[in-house]
């Protein structure tokens, strides 16, 4: 080890002398490592939380959607899915915005209308609060999958011979100068069950069978606004759009392929720049953390003054001792980085495993705040915290005049 090194060790872990100096030198360091543990840990929860409403969104957006690039609908007769590999399930999707009454209830919903192979692509009947998946309850009768927010406004009840009202506007007609019959397409359903999923859903859908949508809104047989895919475990989600794309280009047909990054750009972009706000947010918490390693160094520049004296008689030059108290400063650094993602690592650790941090009260998905730990999050943070650390550090030393110092202790 080099001489400069096992100074900045002797200076760091002495145990001979307890100065102010050293006290701010070990404050400097509990306070970069609490920086690094804070960085660790919100990323974490970050993470889990992206991750959990990514889950949710994927429950109800399928792998890849196919649906038209211009217009409303397009027929089955119109594409071929046969001859691309990778597909395990395919469902056909109806879906237009209806008004909905109940008792003397009402609300604007998105009515997607989907056949059975939908309970297998989405998983949605995993979500059910209550009641049981069923689109079709026999003698053309139709049931209702409810969202949570919807199936409390209006107030509905399951199991109950109350049917909820249907209203589609007739196309080509508007209801200025029409009667409700003149102007809607009416249709009825029983609710059989309701889901919590997010929000956004919740409030927003209802999902149905997709011949009582194209009854209503008098579509034929094969007739859809979208239809849903289903891969294979292990199949490429973008080789296969890309194949799609491509076969739907080579046949000028009207289509496009969306993955479900495509479904819900607008949550996508808002993640990944809330991602990068933290990361900036957080370093200029570092930043400031730093300030107090940077006092540190130059009090300890000026309180071993002796030493600086005694080391330049013995013939170390003005760059060796400089090389020191940097070194110094990084072995500050590297301990508090070291100890902090320990510590961000157990605190994360033990809410994985325990959920010691609760969600409180509600219907929420999970009880605990969700964590989910990532290689590269470590690897950044420790990179992050170091660089900042170490150009603080470096500024600081190259500002410092030890010649000065060892001057003081000569003329004294």
């Excluded at 196309?171 to 997010?198: H, K, L, V």
């Excluded at 300030?291 to 080391?311: A, E, G, M, P, Y």
């Excluded at 400089?322 to 809410?351: M, S, Y």
Aim: aromatic share 10%; hydrophobic share 45%.
């Amino acid at each position: 080890m080099k001489l400069e090194a096992l100074i900045a060790v002797r200076y760091l872990f002495t145990r001979g002398q307890k100065s102010v100096v050293h006290v701010i030198s070990w404050i400097s360091l509990i306070g970069l490592l609490v920086s690094t543990a804070a960085l660790i840990i919100v990323l974490s929860v970050y993470n889990g939380i992206g991750e959990l409403t990514k889950t949710l969104f994927n429950t109800f957006d399928p792998e890849l959607v196919i649906e038209p690039s211009e217009g409303k609908t397009f027929h089955m007769a119109d594409i071929d899915l046969t001859n691309v590999d990778g597909i395990e399930y395919t469902s056909q999707i109806v879906s237009e915005s209806a008004w909905i009454t109940y008792d003397d209830r009402q609300s604007i919903v998105t009515l997607r209308g989907v056949d059975k192979n939908y309970c297998v692509i989405s998983g949605l009947d995993t979500f059910l609060r209550d009641g049981v998946y069923s689109l079709n309850i026999g003698d053309d009768g139709y049931g209702l999958i409810v969202g949570g927010e919807i199936y409390y406004h209006l107030d509905m009840r399951l199991h109950s011979n109350i049917p909820a009202v249907i209203h589609i506007p007739k196309r080509g007609t508007t209801s200025i100068g029409f009667s409700m019959d003149e102007a809607f397409n009416i249709g009825y359903a029983y609710p059989m069950a309701y889901f919590y999923i997010q929000q956004d859903i919740d409030r927003r859908y209802v999902v149905c069978d997709n011949s009582l949508v194209r009854r209503l809104m008098g579509y034929s047989p094969d007739e859809c606004t979208a239809i849903a895919l289903k891969l294979k475990p292990g199949v490429s989600v973008q080789k296969t759009k890309k194949t799609l794309n491509t076969q739907f280009s080579t046949l000028n047909s009207q289509l496009t392929v969306k993955d479900r990054y495509d479904q819900q750009p607008l949550y996508f972009k808002i993640f990944r720049s809330e991602r990068l706000g933290i990361y900036l947010i957080l370093s200029l918490i570092v930043l400031i953390s730093t300030l107090s390693l940077v006092s540190s160094l130059s009090l300890l520049i000026i309180n071993k003054r002796n030493d600086i004296f005694t080391l330049r008689s013995m013939g170390m030059t003005e760059p060796q001792l400089r090389r020191a108290f940097f070194a110094e400063g990084l072995l500050i650094c590297l301990v508090a980085v070291i100890a902090g993602l320990a510590i961000g690592f157990i605190v994360c650790w033990l809410q994985q495993q325990f959920g010691i941090i609760r969600m409180g009260d509600g219907n929420f998905v999970v009880n605990a705040f969700p964590v989910d730990m990532r290689g590269t999050d470590f690897l950044i943070t420790f990179l992050l915290v170091m660089a900042i650390s170490s150009l603080s550090v470096g500024l600081t030393i190259s500002r410092q005049r030890v010649s000065k110092v060892e001057s003081y202790r000569c003329n004294s």
